[in-house]
């Protein structure tokens, strides 16, 4: 079998998770849901919303924290705009994939339409869908230029919806190819910090549920569309499909996906894992020896007429936020912060550096240098940042996330969604 074949194959088995696997799906599914919960409240919501209320009448599936329903595309693509507007949601570091935010919308969306699913079949789907998309950004060897975590994200959430409608396994060649005809987005959006970037990450929920309901329909589309001339890793990136297909089924990629302590982009959490240690210190520089990507996505010069969009990729804002609150709260980023002097000239004290790291998608190791008032300097080497499977997040900070996550929430209609999360997920009652 070709590679293609290989990946098409694995997506539609049957699979006996490991025990340790299983257990981060659940623990990531509730990390999702909850970051959800959170956006549901976020910048732009109600105008995503009214739109996807114009997409056709129904009230297929729910959206996560709010008591309303909408049909399965509107309520996947709204949903996946939620887990990610708010850049809280878990990465795969070394893919630079977000590989949840869009396969569990998708799921969800899909198992609500059905009226319900076995939840074994739902962690498997996800499990799965998750591989593919992490795997696919693993394969890359170029930077980004598309948006990455969006474009193997619909790959991913598509196969996993396909497992859900039970899809014959002749099929899945098709939902892939169909997929990779509705895969969209680019970097331009993350350049600019624009609200643009969570919609192109709904779009590929939307996508997801667009694609297999085609095939089901009978429709097919084109199979060699990783590997071949106009494939996925000939046009979006560039890389080996082999690098990820060697190990699959052995290397659960779902287990090396981190959390994010932070609602701001993971490229930022290093710097501020690190600064969250000199809260209160009377700090007057800050240096950080990062590699290129860190600056690509989040070394953005301050502005004091920026939006949140913006702001959650703002190194120097996002440090200069964490050595005057301890915290990083979504509920600070408004104009009078962004136009708060003291907190434009905490930013000023921040610079950060290439470290010559050769690798296009790295995001650490990285080293700050911190210089306070009285002269002194701690070198602080960073080369595992928090919330990955090597620097996990404590349980208080786990619960420090999820209380704030249901704070932030729209309404709680279903006592699930933070106490049960794979009931919530599986049983739409």
């Known amino acids: 079998m070709t590679p293609t074949e290989q990946l098409v194959a694995f997506a539609a088995a049957r699979h006996a998770l490991p025990a340790a696997v299983r257990s981060d799906t659940l623990r990531l599914i509730a990390d999702t849901l909850a970051v959800g919960a959170a956006g549901s409240t976020g910048p732009g919501m109600d105008g995503v919303l009214a739109v996807a209320r114009s997409w056709g009448k129904g009230d297929d599936a729910r959206l996560i924290a709010r008591d309303k329903r ?39 969306a899909a198992v609500d339409r059905k009226g319900g699913c076995d939840a074994d079949a739902v962690v498997e789907a996800i499990a799965v869908g998750v591989d ?3 795997g696919l950004g693993l394969a890359a060897e170029s930077g980004l230029s598309f948006f990455r975590p969006a474009i193997t994200g619909i790959y991913g959430a598509a196969l996993a919806v396909a497992r859900i409608e039970n899809l014959p396994e002749a099929a899945f060649a098709d939902v892939l190819g169909m997929a990779h005809a509705h895969a969209a987005g680019t970097m331009q959006a993350h350049t600019e910090g624009s609200i643009a970037l969570p919609l192109q990450f709904a779009n590929a929920a939307r996508g997801a549920i667009h694609a297999v309901d085609l095939v089901r329909h009978g429709l097919t589309a084109a199979h060699d569309v990783i590997e071949g001339p106009f494939g996925h890793l000939r046009l979006f990136d560039r890389g080996s499909l082999d690098t990820y297909t060697a190990t699959l089924g052995t290397r659960w990629l779902i287990s090396e996906v981190s959390t994010k ?58 440090a200069a936020l964490m050595l005057r609150d301890g915290e990083i709260d979504p509920r600070r980023f408004t104009p009078e912060t962004f136009a708060d002097p003291a907190i434009a000239a905490l930013a000023a004290r921040f610079s950060h550096h290439d470290d010559g790291n050769a690798d296009p998608n790295a995001l650490s190791p990285q080293r700050l240098l911190v210089t306070l008032a009285d002269g002194s300097r701690a070198e602080c080497g960073v080369p595992a940042t928090l919330g990955a499977p090597q620097a996990p997040l404590s349980p208080a900070q786990a619960a420090a996330k999820r209380d704030l996550c249901r704070r932030l929430a729209f309404a709680e209609p279903d006592l699930r969604l933070f106490d049960a999360p794979l009931s919530y997920l599986t049983d739409p009652q």
């Open 70 to 108: 909408l049909p399965a595309s509107a309520a996947a693509y709204a949903n996946c705009f939620a887990i990610h507007c708010l850049e809280w949601d878990a990465v795969h570091e070394g893919a630079v994939v977000h590989a949840m935010s869009a396969v569990v919308p998708a799921v969800m």
């Open 261 to 318: 302590p932070y609602p701001s982009g993971r490229a930022s959490h290093a710097v501020l894992g690190t600064l969250s240690q000199f809260h209160g210190a009377d700090v007057v520089a800050v240096e950080a020896y990062v590699p290129p990507l860190i600056r690509h996505l989040v070394g953005r010069k301050y502005d004091p007429g920026m939006t949140p969009a913006y702001a959650r990729l703002c190194l120097p804002f996002l």
């Open 132 to 134: 593919v998309a992490a």
